[in-house]
């Protein structure tokens, strides 16, 4: 059975909507970042990058989430394009554009403007716009069909899904004015019940929620008190 390593937190979220949806058994197993557990030695030897989320299924261990997204996809064969090569470029491209832009400018914009110490005006400066010009692209994406590949369903859009749920933290409780193609596709999803499910798994544990000197120290070393 997979071992499925997990923070209710966007990067495992959209893998445990894959889980949900394509039925797969699994084993949560909570992983408490802002307690350190991610540093563990045990935790390391899944992912030494000491992130969530990641899983071990027999031998194999796959660790980030994009990763763990075109993995579970290739074990299943579920929610993959059209098996040529033009289908499997566009996927690739989009699902790295989610893995290199979307998470990475959205995070940062987050620990810049909620969490980093003073002086970080010019960081949220550029963290700002960075986080809106890639939403904006997948918005402009998602005007012109339903999905991100087009009309079907796919691990892209699950990879979407997971960052869309946090936009009003990242960008601000009026983003979703500037962003209504990707609020009807979260909405979508939402309503999906494998997606409910995967919602769910955050009240399964309790996690540490204050984000005190012990949490800075697990998560931003180079700022703790």
Known sequence: MIKFYYHPSPNPAKVALFLEESGL???????????????????????PNAKTPALVDDDNIVFDSNAMLLYLAEKTGKFLPADNL?????????????????????????????FAPQPKDYAV???????????????DRLANQPYMLGNEY??????????????????????????PHVKR????????????????????HTYKTEMDAAA???????IAD
């Open 216 to 222: 800075r120290k697990a998560m931003f070393p180079q």
């Open 86 to 114: 033009k289908a499997r470029g566009e996927m690739l491209s989009w699902l790295m554009f989610v893995a290199t832009g979307i998470g990475p400018y959205s995070g940062q914009h987050v620990h810049f403007k909620h």
């Open 25 to 47: 058994a699994y084993e949560l197993v909570p992983v408490d970042t802002r307690k350190g557990e991610q540093h563990e030695p045990a935790f390391l030897k899944i992912n």
């Open 154 to 179: 796919t691990l892209v859009d699950m990879a979407v899904w997971g960052w869309a749920r946090a936009v009003p933290f990242i960008l601000g409780e009026d983003a979703w004015e500037k962003l």
């Open 125 to 139: 400066t550029r963290y700002t716009f960075e986080a809106w010009r890639h939403w904006q692209i997948l918005n």
């Open 185 to 204: 596709l979260l909405d979508e999803i939402n309503a999906r019940p494998a997606a409910q499910r995967a919602e769910a798994l955050k009240t399964r």
